[in-house]
């Protein structure tokens, strides 16, 4: 572990976060017989994965799971580097008239979330859409909010949230450590002039 960070969850407190938000869907969803969930690439995806399964062993129901890649939607696709393409997986059946959470692991600034109801709108027309986040870091930049929450995890803008998760990783924690300079930094830690700021909606705290 660098320097400097610290675990602020480890794996038996992500899944307690997990089974309390799924039991949280099904209360404000009256059942979730209406419910898709469509996880953000990377760490929504399995995120999303994870909710399915305990809303499926509570209630016997199977959850329609997807996902859906934000790329093309971002503000920041012109100034940011290039990034590979995630995959857009919409269950069958579709969008219309459901009730879609998207699901991601880190709210930050909300740049991430306006970029996935962009992508919905080419999608399909959801009934309503809500929002479950594993951490809500803070510091919006756009009037969203979180449906669902995993933990309140205050910070400042010189940390970061990394989410580590056992499908992608190899083990589950969320760690909080300095930030790592953004590319195009002066060695005190400023941004040369012209140079790409930090990019939202990475899987460390950008989201």
Do not use: W
């Not at 962009?118 to 510091?139: F, K, S, Y």
Request: glycine share 14%; net charge neutral.
């Amino acid at each position: 572990m660098p320097d400097g960070t610290r675990a602020v969850l480890d794996g038996n407190e992500i899944n307690r976060a997990l089974t309390r938000i799924a039991h949280e869907v099904l209360e404000r969803t009256k059942g979730g017989g209406d419910v898709t969930l469509l996880g953000i690439p990377s760490r929504g995806v399995p995120l999303a994965r994870r909710l399915a399964q305990r809303i499926g062993r509570v209630e016997d129901l199977a959850v329609p799971v997807g996902s859906l890649d934000i790329t093309m939607y971002r503000d920041d696709l012109r100034s940011a580097p290039v990034r590979a393409l995630g995959r857009t997986e919409i269950p069958g059946g579709g969008l219309d008239d459901r009730v879609v959470v998207l699901v991601d692991d880190v709210l930050f600034s909300g740049r991430t979330v306006r970029a996935a109801l962009d992508a919905l709108g080419d999608l399909g027309r959801p009934r309503a859409v809500q929002l479950a986040v594993l951490v809500d870091r803070g510091h919006r930049e756009l009037p969203i909010r979180a449906d669902y929450v995993g933990k309140n995890l205050p910070t400042s803008l010189r940390e970061n949230v990394t989410v580590r998760l056992e499908e992608t990783d190899g083990h589950d924690a969320v760690l909080l450590g300095p930030s790592r300079p953004p590319s195009g930094a002066s060695r005190d830690g400023g941004l040369r002039p012209g140079a790409p700021g930090p990019r939202p909606g990475s899987t460390e705290g950008n989201a």
